[in-house]
């Protein structure tokens, strides 16, 4: 198992600042979301070639791409363009960045009381089509959209099929989704599917996001079950919180407040890890190679 930071919750306007601090940090790899200009891919070759040659001259690797791929309405009228051109566009460069992951959603949730089956047919066509590309697609469970919680999003991987797309799991986006118990009771019945893994917590009582050490998710009973369970993916901190809650100061004034909680939650992570021997698991791929 290693571990990996999202580059724009170290700095959202900054790449170049966001790979010096993870260097400085200590970090192997970082996620890709947001650039500069926009969030990948849908920015021009320059800047993802910059990009790129950013983290490789920092000796950096790239856990995964999070393009946002079908967050939006399942009516948008760019869908099939998406699929037809900016999909393989962002495998072609997830590719280049040394990444097969990408992350992906399940449509914007109506007042439906379940998904339509479109949303499985959509599913399974992005898979597919990132599988011709070489990529890999999991899929992110997102309170605004269908597959709120992990167990909505597992059951929309078991119907496109568990050989076609996994989960990108992340137990604070479903306790903001109101699952009580993401860990354990939710891990329990979705920990076969899970490929990558997203680090945040939430806090039901003030309906905001929360440090890892704090919030709803046991994120110390979640490491140790996926080290238990041979997860040897990537856990990736997803920090979503600019203030610290508390009086957490940082010697380098030089922090934002979000880069401050990221780091927070990164120390936490890999302490977290090294009590239950976590940090010893090398990266081979993930869970299903």
Same mark, same amino acid.
């Given at each position: 198992?290693?571990?990996?930071?999202?580059?724009?919750?170290?700095?959202?306007?900054?790449?170049?600042?966001?790979?010096?601090?993870?260097?400085? +940090?200590?970090?192997?790899?970082?996620?890709?979301?947001?650039?500069?200009?926009?969030?990948?891919?849908?920015?021009?070759?320059?800047?993802?070639?910059?990009?790129?040659?950013?983290?490789?001259?920092?000796?950096?690797?790239?856990?995964?791409?999070?393009?946002?791929?079908?967050?939006?309405?399942?009516?948008?009228?760019?869908?099939?363009?998406?699929?037809?051109?900016?999909?393989?566009?962002?495998?072609? +460069?997830?590719?280049?960045?040394?990444?097969?992951?990408?992350?992906?959603?399940?449509?914007?949730?109506?007042?439906?009381?379940?998904?339509?089956?479109?949303?499985?047919?959509?599913?399974?066509?992005?898979?597919?089509?990132?599988?011709?590309?070489?990529?890999?697609?999991?899929?992110?469970?997102?309170?605004?959209?269908?597959?709120?919680?992990?167990?909505?999003?597992?059951?929309?991987?078991?119907?496109?099929?568990?050989?076609?797309?996994?989960?990108?799991?992340?137990?604070?986006?479903?306790?903001?989704?109101?699952?009580?118990?993401?860990?354990?009771?939710?891990?329990?019945?979705?920990?076969?599917?899970?490929?990558?893994?997203?680090?945040?917590?939430?806090?039901?009582?003030?309906?905001? +996001?929360?440090?890892?050490?704090?919030?709803?998710?046991?994120?110390?009973?979640?490491?140790?079950?996926?080290?238990?369970?041979?997860?040897?993916?990537?856990?990736?901190?997803?920090?979503?919180?600019?203030?610290?809650?508390?009086?957490?100061?940082?010697?380098?004034?030089?922090?934002?407040?979000?880069?401050?909680?990221?780091?927070?939650?990164?120390?936490?992570?890999?302490?977290?890890?090294?009590?239950?021997?976590?940090?010893?698991?090398?990266?081979?791929?993930?869970?299903?190679?």
């Amino acid at each position: 198992m290693e571990i990996s930071v999202f580059a724009d919750e170290i700095d959202r306007y900054d790449p170049a600042r966001a790979i010096s601090l993870a260097t400085d +940090w200590g970090v192997s790899h970082v996620e890709v979301r947001q650039l500069s200009n926009g969030r990948f891919p849908a920015v021009d070759d320059i800047e993802l070639a910059a990009f790129h040659a950013r983290v490789t001259d920092a000796g950096l690797g790239v856990s995964g791409v999070s393009p946002g791929f079908f967050k939006g309405p399942m009516d948008d009228p760019r869908l099939d363009d998406h699929l037809r051109e900016s999909l393989p566009r962002a495998c072609e +460069w997830a590719l280049r960045l040394g990444t097969d992951r990408m992350s992906c959603f399940a449509f914007e949730r109506t007042e439906a009381p379940r998904p339509p089956s479109a949303v499985v047919d959509r599913l399974g066509q992005m898979a597919d089509i990132a599988a011709r590309e070489g990529c890999r697609l999991a899929l992110e469970n997102e309170p605004v959209c269908w597959g709120a919680t992990g167990a909505e999003a597992a059951l929309l991987i078991r119907q496109v099929g568990e050989d076609r797309i996994s989960l990108c799991w992340d137990p604070g986006n479903s306790a903001r989704a109101g699952t009580a118990s993401p860990y354990p009771e939710e891990y329990e019945d979705l920990k076969e599917l899970v490929t990558h893994v997203h680090v945040k917590n939430f806090d039901p009582g003030t309906g905001a +996001w929360s440090l890892a050490e704090a919030g709803l998710v046991d994120w110390p009973g979640q490491l140790n079950a996926l080290c238990a369970d041979g997860y040897s993916g990537f856990v990736v901190v997803e920090t979503h919180l600019d203030i610290s809650p508390d009086a957490f100061k940082v010697a380098d004034r030089g922090f934002t407040g979000l880069a401050a909680n990221s780091f927070r939650n990164l120390t936490y992570v890999r302490s977290c890890l090294g009590r239950f021997g976590g940090d010893s698991i090398k990266h081979d791929g993930g869970r299903n190679g």
